[in-house]
C-alpha cells in the first residue's frame, strides 16, 4: 500500500508530542517507542496503511498524564481527540486522521473496545506486547519500588480479579501479566513474539517462587 508520509515527518511528529510525556513513568515515551518499534514488526507481511500505523503508535498515549491529573479522563478517548488536532495542524493526510483517531480510541485492550481495521489491531497487539517479556518484569518491580509495594508474601494470596493495586509484585503478575494470554493477540507475528514472552514470564515467576522458598 501507498503510504505518502516520509521519515522526517515521523521525526518531526516525534519531537513535537515529547511535552505530553513524563519520564520515569510506566508508560513514558519509552513505551511508545518499544510500541511502534513492535507494531511496525507486525506490519511486516499485513496489507495495513504504515503512516496510519505509526502516527496511531507514536499518539496512543499522548493523554496518560491527563488521565493521571484527573481520574476521570480515559486516556484513549482523550487521546483520540489530542491527536485529530496535532495530525490536522502538521499536514497529515485528512482522509486518514480519523483512522489514527479510531484506532487510538481502541486501543485500550481492558475496555474490551474491538478493532474494526487491521490498523487497530496492530496497535492493540503492539501495546499489549509490552506488557509482556523482560522489559515488564522491571516495571513491575521499579513500580513497587515507588509505591513501597512488598515483592513477595507468601501469606498474601493473588486476587481472582485485577486489582490496580496489587498487594505485592508477584501478585500482579499473577492478577494481571499472566493473563495476557498468546491465544487473545490478533495478528500471526503478534501471536508468536507473545508466546514466548509469555514463557519466559512465566518461568521467572516460578523461578522466583523456588529461590524465596530456598528451592533453587
Not at 46 to 62: G, N, Q, R, T, Y
Amino acid at each position: 500500500r501507498e503510504n505518502d508520509m516520509d521519515e522526517k515527518f515521523f521525526q518531526k511528529l516525534k519531537e513535537n508530542i515529547q511535552k505530553y510525556f513524563e519520564p520515569h513513568k510506566g508508560h513514558g515515551f519509552d513505551h511508545t517507542e518499544r510500541v511502534y518499534n513492535l507494531a511496525l514488526k507486525i506490519s511486516i507481511g499485513e496489507d495495513v496503511d504504515l503512516d496510519i500505523v505509526k502516527s496511531a503508535a507514536l499518539l496512543h498515549d499522548i493523554a496518560r498524564v491527563k488521565e493521571e491529573e484527573n481520574g476521570k479522563i480515559c486516556h484513549a478517548e482523550e487521546g483520540a481527540k489530542m491527536a485529530k488536532g496535532i495530525l490536522s495542524e502538521m499536514s497529515f493526510p485528512k482522509e486518514k486522521i480519523s483512522k489514527v483517531c479510531d484506532a487510538i480510541m481502541v486501543h485500550r485492550y481492558s475496555k474490551g473496545l474491538k478493532a474494526k481495521t487491521k490498523e487497530a489491531e496492530i496497535l492493540q497487539d503492539a501495546d499489549r506486547l509490552d506488557a509482556l517479556g523482560a522489559i515488564i518484569i522491571g516495571r513491575v518491580f521499579m513500580k513497587s519500588g515507588a509505591m513501597k509495594r512488598p515483592m513477595h508474601n507468601p501469606k498474601i494470596k493473588p486476587s481472582k480479579q485485577y486489582k490496580s493495586k496489587a498487594s505485592t509484585s508477584l501478585n500482579h503478575f499473577y492478577e494481571k501479566i499472566l493473563k495476557i494470554r498468546p491465544e487473545t493477540f490478533k495478528t500471526k507475528k503478534a501471536k508468536e513474539i507473545a508466546k514466548e514472552r509469555y514463557e519466559f514470564v512465566k518461568e521467572f515467576v516460578n523461578r522466583f517462587e523456588k529461590e524465596w522458598e530456598g528451592e533453587l
